[in-house]
């Protein structure tokens, strides 16, 4: 072969291999990310847990056919059937080495493939030394509204099902009113002897190692922040009701210089809306409402994105990654993850800008 058309053949090459495989020396936001074995990354609306020097990232696993539920047609939301937890492992935050499905979809029960299993959060208990495994399980419907808790003693699992509730039953928040607590046509009053709903969740373990559960509540118009028993495993009945009437989704909280933050969507199915933001110097509140960090062209939007979590990069204690997903919502496998810098104004404003690339360095 012609020296010329060889490199012709090699540029043409890797212009075709460049489009499906980003330079993995940087992140890339919005393209496919493939692991370690050349395979796009399955880990959607995950979070991520450091353990002893690695990043194992959870996740949902979406795969096969996106279709409309059985049930609840006319509310127009796509789904495919639940396969189960994907957890992928890494020193350096770029190269994933999947390490397979760690809570695998079982028929007839809580994890069958009709059912729903999102936004699996992993916490690692200290005391106890287990790794516990959070999630949203529900009915295809939507209506059970409980949180999954599964357990393992590595984190690459197998995780091990401890079953599926509402949290906080026959508990009153810490911040009702008498008045509230009369009011018979509140979601939370109905709630109260089988539990509080809870659908976009996450957990978050401050560093007195209490830990907290943060849900999407009462239908979803109220956030209720739980705190856990010691082992991680359930609520204790200790819980506040938050941003009230809101309807804060796909929470992500994470603490900075001793503040609680937390940033979130607002709750518009798979499409985007304007992330949110808040701070407060308790867990249990006041918050107060910071607004839209996500900032410039697509803002309104998150870039095209819904947050999942915020992650704080380890022995940097000033540094957080703004983990979202760009769902695709009629085809849900090929949802692609968004993650960005999160950079704080003097005031202490977090602020998220595009990019699309940046290298973690
Ligand atoms: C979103 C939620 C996702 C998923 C989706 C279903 O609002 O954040 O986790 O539940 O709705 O349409």
């Not at 928040?173 to 539990?195: C, H, M, R, W, Y």
């Not at 937390?262 to 607004?291: F, H, M, Q, Y």
């Not at 810098?341 to 595009?354: L, V």
Request: with cysteine; proline share 7%.
């Amino acid at each position: 072969m012609k020296p010329i058309l060889f490199l012709l053949g090699l540029g043409v090459l890797t212009f075709a291999l460049g489009k499906e495989t980003p330079d993995l020396a940087e992140i890339h936001p919005g393209e496919i990310w493939p692991d370690t074995e050349g395979k796009p990354i399955n880990a959607h609306g995950g979070g991520i847990l450091f353990h002893e020097g690695t990043y194992y990232w959870y996740g949902e696993i979406k795969e096969g056919k996106t279709y409309l539920p059985e049930v609840n047609k006319s509310w127009g939301g796509t789904r495919v059937d639940v396969v189960g937890v994907s957890c992928y492992s890494s020193t350096d935050l770029l190269h994933w080495k999947n390490c397979g499905n760690v809570l695998p979809a079982v028929p007839s029960s809580d994890l069958d493939p009709k059912k729903v299993l999102e936004r699996p959060k992993c916490i690692y208990n200290a005391k106890t030394k287990k790794f516990v495994l959070w999630f949203h399980s529900d009915s295809m419907d939507y209506a059970a509204a409980s949180c999954g808790v599964a357990v393992s003693d590595q984190p690459t699992g197998p995780f091990i099902y401890q079953g599926s509730s509402r949290p906080n039953a026959n508990n009153w928040p810490i911040n009702i009113t008498d008045e509230e607590k009369k009011a018979a046509n509140s979601q939370l009053v109905k709630d109260f002897p089988i539990g509080q709903m809870a659908r976009d969740m996450t957990v978050f373990v401050d560093d007195d190692q209490k830990a907290y559960l943060f849900a999407a509540s009462e239908a979803n118009p109220t956030m209720q922040i739980s705190e856990l028993t010691d082992d991680y495993l359930k609520t204790t009945g200790k819980y506040a009701r938050v941003f009230q009437g809101r309807s804060m989704e796909a929470p992500a909280v994470f603490k900075r210089k001793g503040k609680y933050y937390l940033i979130a969507s607002g709750c518009t199915a798979w499409a985007p809306n304007a992330a949110r933001s808040a701070v407060a110097d308790s867990i249990w509140g006041p918050w107060k409402e910071l607004g839209n960090p996500c900032q410039g062209e697509t803002s309104e939007i998150s870039f095209n994105s819904q947050v999942t979590y915020a992650l704080p990069i380890s022995g940097q204690p000033d540094t957080f990654i703004f983990m979202a997903d760009r769902w695709i919502k009629d085809d849900l496998a090929d949802s692609r993850y968004i993650w960005l810098p999160i950079k704080f104004t003097n005031k202490g404003q977090p602020e998220i800008r595009w990019q699309d690339s940046w290298s973690i360095d």
